[in-house]
Structure formats: structure tokens, C-alpha cells
């Protein structure tokens, strides 16, 4: 299935605009609108002009594993990826796990288009997931660097790697695309597109909407929302305008992950919510609001939400200023409005203690609606908007590249407590309003700047090598407009105010290739990068969500930011063979060393720091490096036109390199293996095309998973497999119907149970995780006009 091609080399180009132009131009160039009979064996392709491991999937190819489908999500099959939500689209953020080569999700930087989409924490403060940035359907490609990504990409926290997602461009005939997909548990999603083709002098455009739902598998809650994305293209000889737009509005109930630890008796594989039988979630509290002492944290909420609305716009333009030289400017702004909701019961973690704070000596569950229940909320804001700016020329053997990158953020949260009224009950649905308690607000205004210089030289005609540097400069002021009464947040008086500045001006790279052959080619790449402090106020690991301003001012006087040097080498092999059956084989090895420096985690702090920060609190600390070593191994047997088979086995050994001091205690990390990323994996996609007919099986290993930075507790490995069958529908094609077809998708075939994901415990012994959903069948029809 995976065709890591050479011949695919020039589509994707340093040099080039969007990879997704050479994939997605035309109606005759996408592999779906031409059916299943006539779609390439190959869905993946490696960015071979590259000097870093860099692997491309695009728009057919994503859509074939699901269609709707995360692109993040889409990206589980590729080496060295390991990615888990409860939901098979991938949708669902608040239990999404990504970990590449031991880097968590939170350390990889994204772009869409190369406007940043932030760090993809839950509860976003400085951007928004892929899947809201653009309609699965609309994307054009997404390219993958598991080591390092370009110097130009647009993020202060990638370094772990980049996830690059483009969207498609307009057809060049006008086309009404129509999808419709059904299947378990009440799916319904609806994708219509309409392109205008060409038009004017070099103009096309499209417009698409999408509307999902789907009902949740261990709850009755139903999770989707609505899409709108509208591009437009201008083509002439001086160069090329795109204008783009997304509107996303979005509720996903969330999972609740179930707790472990030898001290919890009940461990149910689910915790589902009792919405909406509120007769039943009455019933489950007793008369003062307790839960079951039986269910310990296990208990059972009302129910819990994600409601975000994102409206992104960017415009860019591609001036050819010569034949050797091109300068691109682009201006992007996005809004988010969301909020995270939590219906639950008053009388447990710690809430009874936070509620006499405000209202003393009264009655808790009347206060609260005399449900028994209260409703807590985080609500973001982000407005942000920025400037991209890259100019490159080729002059002799050189082709140089300068950009600059300019961002202004400001973005709030803040924490809410509202009733929950006994006779007028909420639902996931409602946007909670007038709050009994705003517990704190946070407002940061963040700057950031990013400079980057290189060069390539091609000093032999099969040789390339590539050197520069990029700067990240970071200039972050937090404030907390309102203050929790003390008591509030235990121990704190007063959450931290102030700024800090972040510069580190030369972050090098070095990469070179090497054209062995037209079929194969070796690479080697070195480079350093910066995860700039997180800016968010009362929550996370950052420096705003501290309980004093004694922390703060210590953490501005003595941390660092985490850095990474990434070395990476491989070898990048295509050969059209004549060996019976075998008809062809692709393939690429990565190998990988990174020193990974300066990690930050939130501690308890020992005596002495206790003294100058006055008090117990938790402080926010560089606690040691992390050594990994990996080998990625990638391979495509080609057998004729009919049938593929691709397989990659990977290998990562992320290894803490310290101890460290937490209160009095000497954690014993060092020698411990990073928790939450698994040692093996090995994925598997086979492909068979018979008459009309495509069937693809795919299989996903993951390897056992420590649950604790201690490494006395882990998760299980797991190996789920999923089908997909598609075709052509004949009968109804002819006249003003064009490409009709289906899909059927199978997830989770052998419907089996287990851990999915892992959140990793803070203290020895403590975890929790999400489990496996069960097996879901999904068709799809779709057909142009």
C-alpha cells in the first residue's frame, strides 16, 4: 500500500508552494474521483528532496481509512507514530494521545497551509486542532517529519517533529461533489463541495459544507457539529493568490478515563455519563449529594463536553519576482470561542472545601439547585494573527531561503461554577450562563517572533547539502483579572502575574543527501529546536498556572526551555523488479539519536526552595534530559496492480538520563523509560483490487506502555485491525451523475477490549486510562455532479 517513490520527488520539493498542488489540482488527478479500479496501489509517498525523514500522505489515501477522517488520526499507520482516541474518526481532543519518537503530541509542532495551529493541548490557547482548521475531505496531503521539520514552520513547540496539513486546491472544472456516510451508533455525515472550475483570467474557487453527528458508544450523547471551508485561487504569470476561510462549531461530549491503582476496588472498563436520565443521576447521589463510597474516583458524572467555534482565515500571495526568485507573504487571524463542561456531583474531589470558601455555612446542594449536581466550566477565548513572510532564490549551486514569522495572541480562561437546577436540568448541549462563582480569569498577551536563514548547495549533481538556523524570540505577559478567594486554590493566596521574555537566537541545522542511484538515496540530518514556555493562565505546565507569585518569579529567575538535538540518518530505496509476482518494492530505514534537554515538571518543592517561595506549593522545574534511540523501518511489496503489501516496524528507546528531588523525596527516574510512548510498534496494510473492487485490511500493534515515570506499572499492548471495501456503483453513473461509488468501513474488526491510551499517573502507582471502542461499521456513498 505504502509507495515511499522517488518519482514523486519533485512534487514535494523544498522549494515548492503546498504539496497539496501536485496532488490535488485537477478532479482527474485524485485517486477517488477516478474509482476505486483505477486508484494507485500507492498511498504514501516520502519527500525524497528532502534531508530529514519526511513522509506524505494525501487526501485518497486518508479517506480510505475513514472517511471524515482526523488527519492526525490517518497518520497512526505511518513509523514511529502512535496515536489513540476513543472515537474512530479521531475527533474526540480531550482523550487524544499522539506520541512520535517518544515526543508527546504537546511537544510536535502543526500547521495547516503553514499557519500555525499551536501545540494541540486540550484546552487550546494558542491554536486549534487540524480537524477544525480544515474539513477532512477538503485536505489535500499531510506531510509527516518524525525527526525535525523544516526551519521555516511556523511553531515554538516542535521539538519532537512537524505535522504539515494542506488543503486541496479548487478543480479546474466546475463539479458538485455530494457524500453521505451512515452507520453505528446514529452516524450521519454529510459533505457537499461545490468548485466553480475555471473562471476569469486564472480564477477558481469552491466552497464545501459538512454536517456530523454521531451517537457516543458507551453513553447516549451525541458528538459532531458543523463545517464550513471556502477557498479561492488566482493563477497568472506573476504569481498566485489564495485566499482562504474555515467556520467549524463543534460539541463532542467527552470519556471519562478510569482510574487505577491497587487502592481502587472499582475499575470499570467505562465510566459513562448518566445524561440524560436525570431521574437516574438524582438516584445515583444520596440526600447530601455523596457518591457511592463503592465507586471511589470511579464515580459517575452527568455528563462532559467540549464545545468549541473557530473562524480562520489566512491570505497569501506567491510573487515570482524572476525566474530564480520568489517572495511569499501570507496574513492569517483566528478566533476561538470555547468552553470545557463538567456536570458532576458536589461532594467529591475536594469541592465541598472549595464551596464553603464561597458560600459559608450554607447549604451546598441548595445552593447548587438541589440537584446534587454542579456545573463547572473553562472558557477560552484565543484572537490571534500573524505574518509569514519567505523569500527564496537560486543562485548558481545555491538555493537560499530567508523568512520571517510574527505573532500576536491574547488569550483568556477562566474558571466557572454553576448550578444545576434540580427542576430545569442542563444538557452537553446548553451553554451554561449565569455563574454562582468565577473562581479565577486569566488574560496573556503573547508575542512571538521567528527568524529563520539556510542555504542549499548543490555542489555535485547527485549531492545536496543543506545548513542554517532559525531564532525564536517569545514575549508573554500573564494577568489574572480576577483573583480566587483565598481558600480557593489550596494554599494560594493569589495566582502569579508578570512577564517573560524568551530568546534563543541561533538554533542550527545541517542536513545532506546523497543520489546514490535514480532508485535510491541516502540522508542525514542534524538539528536543534526550542519548545518556548507554555502561555497559559490556571492550568498545564506553565509558568501562569502556579500557585504564587513566589513560584512565578523563581521560575523566571532559574528555568530554561526545553531544547532537543535531533540526528537522524536513513536510506530511501524504489525498484520496479521482474521477480515473478513481485512487481515492485519501496522503502526507507530511519535511524535516530535525540538529547532531549532541560525537561520541565511540575514538583513538590524541598526545603529550601520552600523557604524562598513560602509555603508547600508546587513549583515548575528543569528536572533532567531524556536520551532516545530509535530505528524506523518502512517497506512496500508490490505485486502487479492487484495486490500491495506494506509494513512498519518501529523501535524507540526514550530513556530519563536523572533523578530528581520532589518535596523530600528522590524520585527514581533515572534509567526509566518515558511513560505513555510505547517501545514497539508495527503496523500493516494490505491491498487487493479484484475487477471493480478494492479491499484494504489494516493492522495497528502497540507495544506495552509504562503508566508511570516510575515504570512500576504499564498497560497492555494491543493489535487492532480494521477493513475497508470500496467500488464503483455503475448503475448509477452516466448522464449528469459522474464517479458514484461506496465505501464500507470496518473499525476495531475483531471487536477487541483493552487500554487504548494511557494518561500518565504524576505519583507512583496512579493512573488512568481510556479503553477501546468497540467495533463500528460505517458506508459511505458518494458521486459527483
Known amino acids: 500500500m505504502l509507495a515511499m517513490a522517488a518519482n514523486v520527488a519533485a512534487a514535494v520539493a523544498d522549494m515548492a508552494d503546498t504539496p497539496a498542488a501536485a496532488t490535488a489540482d485537477s478532479a482527474s488527478a485524485d485517486a477517488d474521483t477516478a474509482g476505486a479500479a ?24 486518508m479517506q480510505k481509512i475513514l472517511p471524515g477522517i482526523n488527519p492526525l488520526k490517518a497518520l497512526q499507520t505511518l513509523p514511529g507514530v502512535s496515536f489513540q482516541t476513543a472515537d474512530p474518526w479521531g475527533n474526540n481532543e480531550q482523550n487524544l494521545s499522539l506520541f512520535i519518537h517518544g515526543f508527546s503530541g504537546q511537544q510536535l509542532g502543526y500547521t495547516m497551509d503553514g499557519v500555525p495551529l499551536g501545540d494541540q493541548q486540550y484546552g487550546n490557547y494558542n491554536g ?18 518524525t525527526g525535525a521539520g523544516d526551519l521555516a514552520t511556523a511553531s515554538t513547540s516542535n521539538l519532537g517533529g512537524t505535522i504539515e496539513t494542506f488543503s486541496s486546491n479548487p478543480l479546474s472544472t466546475r463539479n458538485l461533489a455530494v457524500q453521505q456516510t451512515v452507520g453505528s451508533y446514529k452516524t450521519s455525515r454529510t459533505f457537499l463541495r461545490y468548485d466553480t472550475g475555471n473562471f476569469g483570467e486564472g480564477n477558481s474557487a469552491y466552497i464545501s459544507a459538512v454536517h456530523h453527528e454521531q451517537k457516543a458508544w458507551d453513553f447516549n450523547g451525541r458528538q459532531g457539529g458543523d463545517q464550513v471551508n471556502a477557498k479561492f485561487v488566482n493563477s497568472g504569470a506573476n504569481g498566485k493568490l489564495s485566499l482562504y476561510f474555515a467556520y467549524s462549531d463543534k460539541i463532542e461530549p467527552n470519556e471519562d478515563s ?17 445524561y440524560p436520565d436525570f431521574q437516574q443521576a438524582l438516584g445515583y447521589l444520596s440526600a447530601t449529594g455523596a457518591t457511592p463510597a463503592a465507586d471511589g474516583n470511579n464515580y459517575r458524572n452527568y455528563y462532559s463536553d467540549a464545545q468549541r467555534t473557530d473562524y480562520l482565515t489566512y491570505a497569501k500571495y506567491d510573487w515570482n519576482i524572476s525566474d530564480s526568485t520568489t517572495w511569499s507573504n501570507q496574513i492569517y487571524y483566528h478566533n476561538d470561542d470555547g468552553v470545557g463542561v463538567v456536570a458532576g456531583p458536589i461532594g467529591v474531589a475536594g469541592l465541598p472545601a472549595l464551596f464553603a470558601v464561597y458560600f459559608p455555612g450554607q447549604n451546598l446542594k441548595q445552593v447548587f439547585g438541589n440537584s446534587g449536581y454542579a456545573t463547572r466550566t473553562t472558557e477560552y477565548e484565543i484572537n490571534r494573527g500573524g505574518w509569514l513572510s519567505t523569500l527564496r532564490s537560486e543562485i548558481g549551486n545555491h538555493n537560499l531561503q530567508a523568512g520571517i514569522w510574527l505573532e500576536h495572541n491574547r488569550s483568556s480562561a477562566y474558571r466557572r461554577w454553576y448550578a444545576l437546577d434540580v427542576n430545569h436540568p442542563s444538557s452537553p448541549y446548553d451553554r451554561p450562563s449565569n455563574p454562582l ?22 555542489f555535485r549533481p547527485d549531492m545536496v547539502l543543506q545548513a542554517g538556523f532559525k531564532s525564536s524570540l517569545q514575549f508573554a505577559d500573564g494577568q489574572f483579572p480576577v483573583q480566587p478567594k483565598n481558600g480557593a486554590i489550596a494554599g494560594s493566596t493569589a495566582l502569579p502575574v508578570g512577564t517573560i521574555d524568551t530568546k534563543k537566537w541561533f538554533l542550527p541545522q545541517i542536513g545532506g543527501r546523497w543520489d546514490i542511484s535514480s532508485s535510491d538515496q541516502a540522508f542525514f540530518n542534524v538539528q536543534k529546536n526550542m519548545r518556548q514556555f507554555v502561555t497559559y493562565g490556571g492550568g498545564g505546565v506553565s509558568p501562569w498556572s502556579l500557585s504564587s507569585q513566589p513560584a ?27 521477480w515473478g509476482t513481485l512487481s515492485g518494492f519501496d522503502g526507507q530505514l530511519n ?9 520541565l515538571l511540575s514538583i513538590s518543592p524541598t526545603s529550601v526552595i520552600s523557604s524562598i517561595i513560602g509555603g508547600n506549593l508546587a513549583v515548575l522545574t528543569n528536572v533532567g534530559s531524556v536520551k532516545t534511540n530509535g530505528v524506523d523501518l518502512s517497506a512496500t511489496l508490490h505485486f502487479g496492480r492487484h495486490f500491495s503489501l506494506y509494513n512498519a516496524l518501529s523501535y524507540n528507546d526514550s530513556k530519563y538520563d536523572d533523578n530528581y528531588t520532589s518535596g523530600k523525596d528522590i524520585v527514581q527516574t533515572a534509567g526509566k523509560k518515558v511513560p505513555g510512548s510505547p517501545e514497539w510498534m508495527d503496523k500493516f496494510v494490505a491491498t487487493a483490487t479484484v475487477a471493480d473492487t478494492e479491499f484494504q485490511l489494516i493492522g495497528d500493534y502497540v507495544g506495552k506502555r509504562y503508566a508511570t515515570y516510575t515504570n512500576d506499572l504499564h498497560v497492555s499492548s494491543y493489535f487492532l485491525m480494521s477493513l475497508g471495501v470500496s467500488g464503483k456503483l455503475p448503475f448509477l453513473n452516466g448522464g449528469w451523475v459522474k464517479n ?26 496512579t493512573y488512568n486510562t481510556f479503553p477501546i471502542a468497540p ?4 458506508l459511505t456513498l458518494m458521486a459527483d455532479f
Not at 462563582?437 to 496573556?444: N, W
Not at 523563581?554 to 530511501?572: C, D, H, I, N, Q
Not at 535511524?591 to 525537561?599: L, Q
Open 591 to 599: 535511524v535516530y539519536h535525540v538529547d532531549f534537554k532541560d525537561r
Open 552 to 578: 512565578f518569579d523563581l521560575f523566571k529567575a532559574t528555568a530554561k526551555p526545553e531544547t532537543s538535538v535531533t540526528y537522524e540518518a536513513g536510506l530511501r530505496t524504489r525498484h520496479d523488479l521482474n
Open 38 to 61: 483505477a486508484a494507485p496501489i500507492a498511498t504514501v509517498e516520502v519527500a525524497t528532496r528532502k534531508t530529514r525523514s519526511s513522509v506524505e500522505m494525501n487526501k485518497s489515501d
Open 740 to 765: 458514484a461509488r461506496y465505501r464500507l468501513n470496518v473499525s476495531n474488526l475483531t471487536d477487541r477490549q483493552g487500554d487504548l491510551n494511557v494518561v500518565v499517573g504524576a505519583a507512583s502507582g
Open 775 to 778: 467495533r463500528q461499521g460505517f
Open 258 to 274: 478510569t482510574v487505577r491503582s491497587a487502592s481502587e476496588k472499582f475499575q470499570p472498563y467505562t465510566r459513562p455519563f448518566t
Open 128 to 145: 486549534l486542532s487540524p480537524q477544525r482548521a480544515i474539513t477532512s475531505e477538503n485536505v489535500g496531503s499531510v506531510i509527516l517529519s
Open 437 to 458: 462563582i468565577t473562581q479565577y480569569g486569566s488574560e496573556i498577551d503573547n508575542k512571538v517572533a521567528q527568524l529563520h536563514l539556510q542555504d542549499e548547495w548543490h
